[in-house]
């Protein structure tokens, strides 16, 4: 990777919707730690931001649910120089609702110079450690590689057409659930703006929060305005997106959303 002097984490999810609450945090190069200045963009609610650079396991630093969802919050690191990271390790805070409030997913990002960033890893689906312990260093998420996927279906079923459905649309279908799927369920209407409003008939997209990938489009139905995505990952942040399909209107968008489990 290539050498920067200052590194951030961001588009982060706690495992929970009560806030976020760590003992450590630390970029690290062949594993050992680097050295640096930590900030945050949000001032913590409990604790000192000092607690996630000291190496003490059970001093912690809380920061609230709203704080977390706030669009750019992150903790920024100053190396002082140009230096060269390939992963991070967190540290999990020692109270009994450590797991609640754990990181699940974070971005890491270098710059030049403090003000445009380029992606550099992003690591999901962190498992919690356990209280008042490190995580190992944390790499790259790779999801399963569309060709892995039509292999593996390939040595199920042979190619060409299964029930009416090409293996290429199943890969394609897998490859989707293997990066969003789950038990949730996240849904709304759409209406125009009026006295009452009316519902209308729009084309809705689900857009992964931190990353804006796409994992879901649909359209509302056009008496009622319903919409619904179902399958959803109960444990990323997401944002929906309705576009009017008279293109009468501006899109409207919400962001931050948790799919809740379905009945």
């Not at 969802?69 to 100053?78: A, K, L, S, T």
């Not at 609640?100 to 960033?117: H, K």
């Not at 690591?123 to 569309?146: E, K």
Request: aromatic share 8%; with cysteine.
């Amino acid at each position: 990777m290539a050498a920067a002097r200052f590194w951030r984490l961001t588009g982060m999810v706690p495992a929970a919707a009560d806030g976020l609450e760590l003992s450590g945090l630390q970029l690290r190069l062949a594993g050992a730690d680097v050295a640096g200045t930590l900030s945050a963009t949000i001032a913590p609610e409990a604790g000192s931001l000092a607690a996630l650079s000291d190496g003490d396991l059970q001093t912690s630093c809380a920061f609230a649910a709203a704080a977390v969802r706030e669009p750019g919050f992150g903790f920024v690191w100053d190396l002082g120089s140009a230096l060269d990271v390939d992963s991070f390790r967190v540290g999990s805070a020692p109270s009994a609702a450590s797991a609640a409030r754990w990181l699940e997913v974070a971005t890491l990002q270098s710059s030049t110079n403090g003000q445009v960033w380029q992606t550099v890893l992003t690591a999901g689906r962190i498992a919690w450690p356990g209280a008042a312990a490190w995580t190992d260093s944390l790499q790259a998420y790779q999801p399963l590689r569309l060709r892995a996927v039509r292999q593996a279906l390939g040595r199920v079923h042979p190619p060409g057409e299964v029930g009416g459905v090409s293996v290429r649309a199943m890969g394609l279908r897998v490859l989707k659930d293997m990066e969003f799927g789950g038990p949730g369920r996240i849904w709304g209407t759409t209406k125009a703006k009026g006295t009452p409003n009316v519902p209308t008939r729009s084309r809705v997209v689900l857009l992964r929060q931190r990353d804006k990938a796409l994992a879901r489009e649909t359209w509302s139905d056009a008496a009622t305005g319903a919409f619904e995505f179902r399958n959803i990952d109960t444990r990323q942040a997401w944002l929906v997106l309705a576009e009017d399909a008279a293109g009468g209107f501006r899109p409207v968008a919400a962001s931050q959303l948790v799919a809740e489990v379905q009945a």
